[in-house]
Each structure stands twice: as structure tokens, then as C-alpha cells.
């Protein structure tokens, strides 16, 4: 693995249903991020972690959790997916949170229907 | 939270001219802000970024000014290339939110041979 992925790199999903979004990332960056990017709404915020252990809210957390049990993986659960949260899903990861570049992975296209 | 407001939304250019985008944000606290360059179908990549301690930054072709006062800042691209078309997000970061980035709505860039 070079620099942070994501998986899939899309999917439909029946509303209701549950799914989780991988993402994995072997810089050793302490932190990383979940965003959702849609038209004419940039890309926000869902949750984040800055280390290991620990996660916040973002901007749009409703509907969604995360987890941090290592350093590289950071992933996204859908518990019970709504046609609202049809987006294209980017993971990021820095160094630390702050001053630091954000590296994106290349985003899950997700589709409910 | 921060707000962050980006304009315009969509700019056109001729090949060899100057193009600016501006940001405001809302939160007087922050202190750190990137840009991303985001071309179609991929991921949001840093080009440049400006800490608050500073005006203005400039590398190759791409500047960054900040106006703390004002609470609004500036990406300027001179001697415009069809490789830069692409969509243009600004970010603003504080403590107040955890050191989070919160992102402006983008500018679709088109630069016309």
C-alpha cells in the first residue's frame, strides 16, 4: 500500500441496510478524517480522529460512526443507510491535526437507493 | 463553528490570463489556511497553503494573500494553462473547532485555449 485507500470504490445500497466504508493508510499519520463531498456543497466534515483511540464530530455526523483500534484503519459505518446520505465519501489522513497538509484517499462513490 | 464562504462559484478564463478566488471565514481565531486543487473524477490535492503570521505566500504561478483584518483571503493563478481547470476548495482552521478544516463550496475553474 502506498499512502491512504479507500474501499469500494462504489456501491448501491438499498435504504435500511448497513455498510461500512474502509479506509486504510500506512504514513503513520496520527490523524485522520471522513468528508462527504456534494454539488455546491463542498466537502464537510463527518468525524475525525487524531490519534489512535480517539474520534470527534465533525460538521454532519448524524447517521454515521467511526472507529479507531490502530493507526492506519479509520472506518465509516452507515448503521442504517437514507437516500439523503448519497454522496461521494472521502478518507484523509496528516501527520497531526492543525498546520499540517490533509492526504486524501481516491473517495467511495456511495448510491442509496 | 466556522463558517467559510467562497467566490465565485464557477469562473471562466482565457488561456494566459490571471484568475482570483476569494474566501471569507467567519471565526477570527483561525490560523491556518489551505487550498486544494480537486480535477475531475479525482481527490482534493494541497497546492499551496498561508499561516496567519504571514500576507502572502507565492510559488511558481499560484499566490495566497490573507487579510486578517478583513477575515478573508485570496488564491491568485497568473499565466493561466488548460491543466489548470479544475475545481478550487479554500479551508479555514482554528483551535476553536478542534484544528478541523472546514472547506468553502469550491470554484469550478475552466481556462480556455
Known amino acids: 500500500i502506498a499512502g491512504i485507500t479507500q474501499a469500494p470504490t462504489s456501491q448501491i445500497l438499498a435504504a435500511g441496510r448497513r455498510m461500512t466504508l474502509r479506509c486504510t493508510q500506512d504514513m503513520r499519520h496520527n490523524a485522520m478524517y471522513w468528508y462527504r463531498q456534494d454539488l455546491g456543497l463542498g466537502l464537510r466534515l463527518i468525524h475525525y480522529?487524531?490519534?489512535?483511540?480517539?474520534?470527534g464530530k465533525g460538521e454532519v455526523p448524524d447517521g454515521y460512526s467511526v472507529s479507531r483500534a490502530n493507526t492506519d484503519d479509520f472506518p465509516l459505518t452507515l448503521a442504517s443507510a437514507v437516500p439523503s446520505q448519497t454522496s461521494v465519501y472521502f478518507c484523509a489522513s496528516s501527520h497531526t491535526s492543525g498546520y499540517n497538509e490533509q492526504f486524501f484517499g481516491p473517495g467511495t462513490r456511495l448510491t442509496v437507493l | 463553528g466556522e463558517n467559510v464562504e467562497q467566490h465565485p462559484s464557477t469562473l471562466s478564463v482565457q488561456e494566459g490570463d490571471s484568475a482570483v478566488i476569494k474566501c471569507t471565514y467567519s471565526?477570527?481565531?483561525?490560523?491556518?489556511f489551505p487550498w486544494y486543487k480537486q480535477e475531475l473524477g479525482k481527490r482534493p490535492q494541497l497546492i499551496i497553503d498561508?499561516?496567519?503570521?504571514?500576507g502572502e505566500k507565492k510559488d511558481q504561478r499560484i499566490a495566497v494573500t490573507l487579510n486578517k483584518t478583513a477575515k478573508h483571503f485570496s488564491l491568485h493563478i497568473t499565466e493561466t494553462q488548460p491543466e489548470d481547470s479544475a475545481v478550487y476548495f479554500c479551508?479555514?482552521?482554528?483551535?476553536?473547532?478542534?484544528?478541523?478544516?472546514?472547506f468553502g463550496t469550491g470554484t469550478s475553474l475552466t481556462v480556455i485555449p
Open positions: 471565526d477570527s481565531a483561525s490560523n491556518y
Open positions: 498561508i499561516r496567519s503570521n504571514v
Open positions: 480522529s487524531n490519534t489512535a483511540g480517539t474520534t
Open positions: 479551508a479555514a482552521s482554528s483551535a476553536n473547532t478542534g484544528n478541523q478544516f472546514y
